[in-house]
């Protein structure tokens, strides 16, 4: 079964601390991959997009890498604030009309 | 650009009642898909779509059905609600199959079966 894990489950920093979510897939033959963030009661929201040719993306704070190889992906976040705290889930469509498996996600509190 | 809109964003049901959750966007996009998410799962898959017309199961379609007749719309049903389909209800679109475009969700549906 193809499957995406995230580690840790929760994550607390203080403010500034730099950081660096991790996301882990069974099937290197991955299509692209997704990181979300969602804040508590709300919906998904997309964050960055990296296609499987790419090493990494950045936006902002926020940078992506991929590594097909190992199965891997990180999400680094510089510089955090208090306002990042919310819930990060990566996905992946394992081809590429596939829908998107997801991850458990990783809860990030960042302390004032 | 509205994006996904879901309707209602909150519903109590009945065991046994039926109804259906809203999805539509206005991207003109192909695929489409519901997902349900509970504490401690996950996101999982119900139903999804490729185009209009076409639809197939993800990894949780007991007791739900869906249709696509449109490419705006992709409605989910809840054909006898069972207390275990508490939940919150997602629907999400992208441009299409093959696609390197980020996926766009709905603010969700939440669901009290009782």
């Known amino acids: 079964k193809q499957e995406v894990t995230q580690i840790p489950a929760a994550l607390s920093v203080p403010e500034g601390e730099n950081l660096v979510l991790n996301c882990s897939f069974t099937?290197?033959?991955?299509?692209?991959l997704q990181w979300f963030r969602q804040d508590p009661g709300k919906g998904l929201t997309s964050l960055l997009l990296?296609?499987?040719?790419?090493r990494e993306q950045t936006s902002g704070r926020l940078n992506a890498s991929l590594d097909k190889s190992s199965g891997r992906s990180t999400l680094y976040i510089a510089a955090s604030q208090p306002g990042d705290s919310a819930t990060y889930l990566c996905?992946?469509?394992?081809?590429?009309?596939?829908?998107?498996?997801f991850g458990k996600g990783t809860r990030l509190s960042v302390i004032a | 650009n509205a994006g996904v809109t879901q309707t209602p964003k909150f519903q109590v049901l009945k065991t046994g009642q039926s109804m259906t959750l809203q999805c539509a966007q206005d991207?003109?996009?192909?695929?489409m898909s519901w997902y349900r998410q509970d504490p401690g799962m996950g996101l999982r898959l119900i139903h999804y779509?490729?185009?209009?017309?076409?639809?197939d199961q993800g990894e949780v379609p007991n007791g739900y059905n869906v249709s696509r007749s449109t490419t705006e719309d992709f409605p989910l049903r809840l054909l006898s609600a069972a207390p275990s389909q508490t939940s919150v209800y997602f629907c999400?679109?992208?441009?299409?199959?093959?696609?390197?475009?980020?996926?766009?969700f709905g603010d969700g549906t939440r669901l009290s079966i009782l």
């Open positions: 999400a679109s992208r441009y299409s199959s093959y696609s390197n475009q980020p996926q766009h």
């Open positions: 991207m003109n996009h192909e695929y």
């Open positions: 099937d290197s033959a991955i299509y692209n």
């Open positions: 996905a992946v469509p394992f081809s590429g009309n596939t829908p998107l498996v």
């Open positions: 779509s490729v185009g209009a017309g076409i639809t």
């Open positions: 990296i296609q499987s040719s790419q």
